[in-house]
């Protein structure tokens, strides 16, 4: 198929980039134990894709340039993490046992728990496009799904773990914006049905068992005072980037982020609007309200 453009980058003194799979951008100045990250902004898809859905149909899925709108997370003493490859390829917000074994050729050598995800076809490894046509016209191979986890989720997941364990160990606690974008209008696989209109700003902290409350309470007060619509674990709760490395008893705290695209892009023609140099500004001025939270929270 004709693949959707790459990003191209090179990196420099103050980010780490594995081509194809993540970029790292580290604090400049003080470091805060804040960590941003994109698991779905990626855009670089891979030769051994193999699907059958045409390109735009593709970028349907990615939240592009989420990686953008936080980019002044480090200015701000933030670390961000992105991911480079589309999650339609694998999707590093699923758990590794969310995985449809009918999507694969031969038996799968560990334990599957599929999800409703996995049943709707957008799983660990998609089976469907965001518009519920099949993505492929074959089955994965078993070497196929490893590959893809090895070669991008788990070095994924290992450089976010590593980046929280480490601030996590200099402040004695870390604060994780998991960050993403959402379609303004609900589409067929969305978890509230088709058809609904959705809020400018989601949070999510799985029913308060990832952040303390009142971390969630300050970003949604902070986000309203910006003048935005903002809600709370509707349509969405957060799910294994915010599940796996939260611990809020032991200072690790982890809130989702979703931000409607209707707000930044032409959700048809997958380009910037008018309104995505505002947002970016404000989103700026949400990142130095956490930063200062946090820093009266930590001793920063």
């Known amino acids: 198929m004709n693949q959707p453009p790459k990003s191209r980058g090179e990196g420099t003194a103050d980010e780490t980039r594995i081509e194809g799979v993540l970029v790292e951008r580290r604090p400049r100045g003080t470091p805060a134990p804040v960590v941003f990250d994109s698991p779905h902004s990626g855009a670089d898809y891979p030769d051994d894709f193999r699907t059958v859905v045409p390109p735009e149909r593709l970028r349907l899925a990615e939240d592009m340039d989420v990686d953008a709108l936080f980019a002044g997370a480090p200015a701000r003493g933030a670390l961000l993490l992105a991911a480079l490859f589309p999650r339609s390829y694998i999707d590093p917000n699923r758990p590794l046992s969310d995985l449809d074994p009918d ?64 601030a996590h160990a200099r402040h004695g606690a870390v604060w994780h914006l998991n960050c993403h974008s959402m379609p303004s209008v609900s ?32 970003v949604r007060e902070t986000i309203e ?76």
Not at 132 to 140: H, I, S, T, V
Not at 193 to 206: S, V
Not at 237 to 266: N, T
Request: hydrophobic share 35%.
């Open 103 to 166: 999507l694969i050729l031969g038996a799968w050598p560990e334990k599957l728990a599929p999800s409703a995800k996995s049943a709707l076809g957008v799983g660990l490894i998609w089976r469907n496009e965001p518009t519920g046509g099949p993505m492929y016209n074959r089955k994965l191979t078993v070497r196929e799904v490893q590959a893809r986890i090895d070669g991008c989720y788990r070095r994924y997941h290992d450089r976010l773990r590593a980046a929280l364990d480490d």
């Open 187 to 218: 589409g067929p696989l969305s978890p509230e049905g088709p058809d609904i209109d959705r809020p400018q700003f989601n949070l999510g902290d799985r029913d308060g068992t990832t952040c303390d409350p009142s971390f969630t309470a300050f």
């Open 225 to 300: 005072g910006l003048g935005y619509r903002c809600t709370v674990n509707d349509p969405y709760k957060g799910v294994e980037l915010v599940r796996a490395y939260s611990d809020p008893a032991r200072g690790r705290h982890s809130l989702q982020i979703e931000i409607s695209r209707a707000l930044y892009m032409d959700e048809t023609a997958f380009t910037r609007t008018n309104g995505f140099g505002a947002l970016k500004a404000d989103i700026d001025r949400l990142i130095e309200a956490i930063v200062d939270y946090v820093g009266a929270r930590s001793g920063n």
